[in-house]
């Protein structure tokens, strides 16, 4: 399994972006999610989707960003909206490679990574 991140970029504060995650490779049943990382610190949950489209959200979700799934596509989506300059980060897509179980919080349950996506929110 291998996946892509896209859809960062520059946005000022209070708007929108959406990012896709395509993953290869038969990922289906396993659970994906979207962390996020600046530099010196540790990677924090935003939240994820399992193999039912059911979703998770991390505490920074903060009821602005949404996760969904497109499974004929293997892409999954974060719809951010309200960004503020605290989110300014490089968004990381994860798979966990544990078949018909839900997304996990921590970063040492996943073992598929994508170089990421870098979102800047300038004020």
């Known amino acids: 399994v291998a996946q892509e991140e896209s859809g960062g970029g520059l946005v000022r504060e209070g708007g929108s972006l959406r990012l896709s995650c395509t993953a290869s490779?038969?990922?289906?049943?396993?659970?994906i999610a979207w962390f996020r990382q600046v530099p010196g610190k540790g990677r924090e949950f935003v939240g994820g989707v399992d193999w039912r489209d059911v979703t998770s959200d991390g505490d920074v979700a903060q009821g602005r960003f949404k996760v969904s799934r497109n499974s004929p596509s293997n892409t999954v989506y974060l719809q951010m909206s309200d960004l503020k300059p605290e989110d300014t980060a490089l968004y990381l897509c994860?798979?966990?490679?544990?078949?018909?179980?839900?997304?996990?919080?921590?970063?040492?349950?996943?073992?598929?990574w994508g170089r990421g996506t870098q979102v800047t929110v300038y004020s």
């Open positions: 994860a798979v966990r490679l544990l078949g018909y179980t839900g997304p996990s919080p921590d970063p040492a349950d996943y073992a598929s």
């Open positions: 490779g038969r990922s289906s049943t396993y659970p």
